[in-house]
């Protein structure tokens, strides 16, 4: 269980994450939607502890992930394993290589030194790429696949991180509508079949509502909308996209869109 308390982090005077408060219990698929610079990227990398909060706590199973450092601290940093929009693997190495990655935190400093990886893991990265169909690219360089392919390549490397939770931090952004089924399809697969509780930012509430069974919405660092997808109404909605509708437009007011997908496709542009 997944519980955040009171969450604040500030950058200067602005609370990029202000108060925030929810519990995930294992197992779920979490959306975390809200217009650009609400505040959702922040959230994720705190919960990481790539950022450190101001203020309040962050506890995984009743350890308080706040106060972790040293090794604990990077244990944990496996254990919540961060997917990027920009896949973040190491383009001049091999696909395999880039997945053994995520085992780094698992290996002792002289076998990561010398980057001699044991069998085992080597048959678990196998594994991994198998299960997002991707396992013939495994001795091809990362920079030579496609975007999608990369996607899942990072998807398997936090596979084998073994971790409690996936953090994605809007994972399909850079991707096509094909590309972006089958990313989200793996990282649904990492959810259902393996039971990992994944916490999504999205920018599409489209995806978000077909993908998430929870939606949380942020507005200015604030938790506005914690509930299933179903419950998230179109005034919800319009409260947590209009404004950026607006700012795109220059600060005049325009009439609402009329699909609510179209207003997240309005947030990516
Ligand atoms: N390292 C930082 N230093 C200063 N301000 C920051 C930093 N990171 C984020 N912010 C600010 O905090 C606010 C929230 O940013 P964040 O990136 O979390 O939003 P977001 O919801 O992920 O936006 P987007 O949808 O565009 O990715 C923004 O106003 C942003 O400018
Ligand atoms: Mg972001």
Not at 40 to 46: A, E, H
Not at 56 to 85: C, H, K, P, Y
Request: hydrophobic share 45%; charged share 20%.
């Amino acid at each position: 269980m997944l519980v955040v308390e009171g969450l604040t982090c500030r950058f200067g005077v602005k609370a990029a994450v202000d108060d925030a408060s929810f519990q995930i219990s294992p197992g779920g698929f979490v959306g975390v939607i809200g217009r650009s610079g609400a505040g959702k990227s922040t959230l994720l990398r705190t919960i990481n502890r790539l950022v450190t909060p101001t203020q309040g706590r962050i506890l995984f199973d009743g350890v308080d992930v706040t106060a972790l450092r040293g090794r604990e601290l990077r244990q944990w940093r496996a254990r919540s394993a961060m997917i990027f929009q920009q896949f973040n693997l190491v383009g001049r190495l091999d696909v395999l290589t880039n997945v053994l990655m995520g085992r780094l935190a698992t290996m002792p400093a002289w076998r990561s030194l010398t980057q001699t990886w044991p069998e085992q893991d080597k048959a678990l990265a196998m594994s991994a790429l198998e299960q997002f169909d991707i396992a013939s690219l495994a001795a091809q360089r990362a920079d030579q696949l496609s975007g999608g392919q990369q996607q899942r390549v990072a998807i398997a490397r936090a596979l084998v991180q073994q971790p409690d939770i996936i953090l994605a931090d809007e994972p399909i952004a850079s991707l096509d509508p094909r590309n972006t089924k089958i990313v989200m399809d793996a990282l649904l697969r990492i959810n259902k079949h393996f039971g990992i509780t994944v916490l999504c930012n999205l920018h599409s509430l489209d995806l978000a509502r077909s993908y998430c069974d929870r939606l949380i919405g942020m507005a200015q660092g604030r938790v506005v909308f914690d509930g299933a997808p179903a419950a998230l109404t179109e005034h919800v909605a319009r409260e947590l996209y209009d404004l950026e509708a607006t700012e795109v437009m220059g600060g005049m007011p325009v009439p609402a869109p009329e699909g609510i997908p179209a207003l997240g496709t309005a947030a990516a542009a």
